[in-house]
């Protein structure tokens, strides 16, 4: 087992471990929740179609996290809700949505606010982070969704999904942090690539960390 420090543990605490790499194997996903049990992560975040594989193994031990419209957020709200209770069904507790950045761009927030509201009521009682992906927005869009979010009641608003052109900035953080509500948290997602970065990111108002390459 690696030796991590205090301040180490207290980041990984905090730490979505990651794999949604479309090769990945049950082999792997197994591995990652072994890893992620060790290190101390808040939860597992892996796809879809291993939720049921990851419930059984982890058997309550560690929060499983899934990806719902993933990555590019542009299918249907009614197949994002039947992806978000079937995966509930199988056992994930926390559900990362990306939002339709279509919509957001077309100016139609009415549609966007409309299916984070069927998301909220879909995912009652599980934990629903919506994804924004930050490197696609302008500064106004990102407030507006910002103020979505808070209004639609998730509980986190989160700044990527790692597969479009940018991760998370500490200025996205930033800006996330103070345009939403207080209880909605933050988590940065996407280049996180060792622990002066993932410093930063809590350091800048993120609450939670998706991340694969912090947990050796």
Known sequence: MKNYTDEEKKILSKVDHTLLRTTSTL???RALCDAALEAGTASVCIPP????DAAQYLKGRLAVCTVIGFPNGYCTTATKVAEAK?????GASEI???INLCDVKNGNFDRVYMELLAMREACEGVILKVIIETCQLTREEKIRMCELVSKAKADFIKTSTGFSTGGATVEDVRLLREYCAPEVKVKAAGGIK?????KAMVEAGAD????SRLVK
Do not use: Q, S, W
């Open 27 to 29: 082999d792997e996903i």
């Open 49 to 52: 179609c291993y939720v049921d």
């Open 86 to 90: 079937e995966a509930i069904r199988l």
């Open 96 to 98: 990362d949505m990306v």
């Open 194 to 198: 060792d622990f002066e970065d993932a």
């Open 208 to 211: 939670r960390l998706g991340t």
